[in-house]
């Protein structure tokens, strides 16, 4: 008997790729959305096709998607995010693999990454990966409010296929994910009690911009690997701007 699979997703007006995103999986046998309250047809649109919606406030990254996973029936898990495309190849070879019932807990897949319409292939995109499908008898998330990762009581391996990751809709819809991320690693860092100060400020952001822009190779792609840069560097900003707002209790 093949090993069932649940698909899960974290959502948040994301009405544009819902069905796209459900088509996609046809091969799971259960489809999850834990969403934070969305505002335009996305939980409508879900339900309609037979997923199950369970509405719940955003915290965190971590607890949203250590929420979705007490739900799941099933061991298997594929957790990809709604900007991200399943290819039907990738979903045979995610099948294929959990059918081999081996001792691997996890896959990561590689993620091609693109923005404002163009394949972004350097600044850091050259070994950009994540883990989108495991068991979770033997995995978890590390808890990071952002830039979440799972941690694995097993063996990983690497899926041949990749996902597609367009995570740009539109400049504000972009610069207000890089808010939402500024804000809760200032948050981890005020948890850890760690104070800005100058080098805060001043170097990280441009060591921030140089590292991905040369370093990192962004400059071959040209403007749109300068705006990604740039953009970035500022996120860097933000957070400890943030983390400086929260020591001063300022709102």
């Not at 093949?2 to 799971?28: C, D, G, H, M, W």
Request: hydrophobic share 40%; net charge positive; proline share 2%.
């Amino acid at each position: 008997m093949e090993p069932k699979i649940t698909a899960l997703a974290i959502t948040l007006n994301e009405e544009i790729n819902v069905k796209r995103y459900i088509q996609s999986l046809s091969f799971a046998d259960e489809i999850i959305f834990i969403d934070s309250n969305s505002t335009d047809a996305t939980v409508s649109i879900a339900k309609e096709l037979g997923v199950r919606v369970i509405q719940r406030n955003f915290d965190d990254f971590s607890k949203q998607r250590s929420f979705a996973i007490q739900h799941a029936k099933n061991d298997w898990i594929v957790f990809f995010d709604l900007d991200e495309i399943i290819t039907p190849e990738l979903g045979k070879e995610i099948v294929s693999v959990i059918s081999l019932q081996n001792d691997f807990a996890a896959y990561y897949v590689k993620r091609i990454s693109f923005f404002l319409g163009k394949q972004i292939k350097y600044g850091g995109c050259q070994t950009d990966k994540c883990i989108r499908i495991f068991n979770k008898k033997y995995c978890s998330y590390n808890g990071n409010l952002v830039h979440e990762s799972i941690t694995t009581n097993g063996k990983t391996g690497f899926l041949k296929n990749r996902v597609n990751h367009y995570s740009y809709k539109s400049f504000e819809n972009y610069n207000e994910k890089l808010n939402l991320y500024s804000k809760l690693q200032a948050e981890t860092l005020y948890l850890k009690n760690k104070r800005p100060n100058l080098y805060h400020f001043f170097i990280r952001p441009h060591y921030r911009f140089w590292w991905q822009y040369i370093y990192r190779l962004g400059f071959l792609d040209q403007k749109e690997g300068f705006i990604l840069a740039y953009i970035h560097s500022f996120a860097v900003f933000k957070r400890y701007f943030q983390l400086w707002m929260m020591h001063r209790k300022i709102d």
